[in-house]
Nanobody
Framework: QVQLVESGGGLVQAGGSLRLSCAAS????????MGWYRQAPGKQRELVAT???????NYADSVKGRFTVSRDNAKNTVYLQMNSLKPEDTAVYYC???????????WGQGTQVTVSS
């Protein structure tokens, strides 16, 4: 059974920092592209950052220079370090394990991040 369990969300003031974690089980973590997405109320889910098995990163323009995605393959965990948070970063953040040729993608249950002004 595949599980992606996010943690680390919460309420923070603008300019503050949070670190999200996503612990994966039931998948071969090291070969998957792992990603973070977010969905604000009334908006579509959007990509925040991805990190391939080969350590290539991709960031949304809105978070470049503020957010950093990283992974620890020994712990089957992907992280999202979020600095200089803005109220517009408020959303539910979802962890994603990317699809493989022989396997579908998987999603976590989401963790709420609220940034107050």
């Amino acid at each position: 059974q595949v599980q992606l369990v996010e943690s680390g969300g919460g309420l923070v003031q603008a300019g503050g920092s949070l670190r999200l974690s996503c612990a994966a089980s039931g998948i071969i973590f090291s070969i998957r592209t792992m990603g973070w997405y977010r969905q604000a109320p009334g908006k579509q889910r959007e990509l925040v950052a991805t990190l391939t098995a080969g350590a290539t990163t991709n960031y949304a323009d809105s978070v470049k220079g503020r957010f950093t995605v990283s992974r620890d393959n020994a712990k089957n965990t992907v992280y999202l370090q979020m600095n200089s948070l803005k109220p517009e970063d408020t959303a539910v953040y979802y962890c994603n394990a990317g699809a493989l040729r022989t396997s579908r993608p998987y999603w976590g249950q989401g963790t709420q991040v609220t940034v107050s002004s």
